[in-house]
């Protein structure tokens, strides 16, 4: 594949499964990349230094695909940058399931819930509107419908032959909060 691929979905929406299905087909997959791409947390208190160093990174680097941070974070400035890559955004069926994903996930973490729900689902429009003002290869991927579909889907639109099911990694129930605090 010549263009990059940029996973612009939010925690809890399939992002891990993502990048696993890249890995799969055969791309340089990168995935939660913020120490890798020297970046300065918190990601919003430092974006006027984050955004050289990241694009640096996505310009320089092996990968092909990127998901998850720091891609959400900075999908505007990678919308605009990589104007013949492909996006790819991955949401929930609705934002009740991605409040109950977020709450199992962050069990026992000082999270803000009613505040990440207003970004979720602003930047989400935004997304869609920023990538089909622009013209960009985008597709939205709903995590929760059939995994073979989107397998397909997915499949069709960075024209791969072959089109394995997206699996389904990282639930919630399977994962413990303190190895989550803890990474």
Not at 22 to 38: D, K, P, W
Not at 56 to 82: G, K, M
Not at 87 to 109: C, H
Not at 144 to 161: E, K, Q, Y
């Amino acid at each position: 594949m010549d263009e990059k691929v940029f996973c612009l979905g939010d925690s809890r929406t399939g992002t891990t499964s993502l990048h696993q299905w890249f890995c799969e087909q055969g791309l340089s997959s990168v995935h939660y990349f913020i120490r890798e791409a020297g970046l300065i947390e918190p990601l919003h208190r430092h974006r006027g230094a984050n955004w050289p160093r990241l694009c640096r990174f996505l310009q320089s680097s092996r990968y092909e695909a990127f998901s998850d941070y720091p891609v959400r974070a900075f999908f505007r400035e990678i919308v605009s940058e990589f104007p013949d890559a492909h996006f790819v955004l991955t949401t929930r069926r609705d934002v009740e399931t991605w409040r109950r994903s977020m709450a199992s996930f962050f069990r026992g973490s000082a999270i803000d819930l009613e505040l990440l729900q207003s970004f979720y689902l602003a930047w989400n429009e935004e997304i869609r509107a920023l990538c089909q003002e622009k013209q960009n290869h985008f597709i939205e991927l709903c995590i929760d419908d059939d995994s073979r579909i989107n397998g397909r889907r997915l499949a069709d639109f960075l024209g791969f032959a072959t089109a394995p099911a997206i699996p389904h990694l990282n639930r919630s129930e399977n994962v413990s909060s303190t190895a989550v605090r803890a990474s």
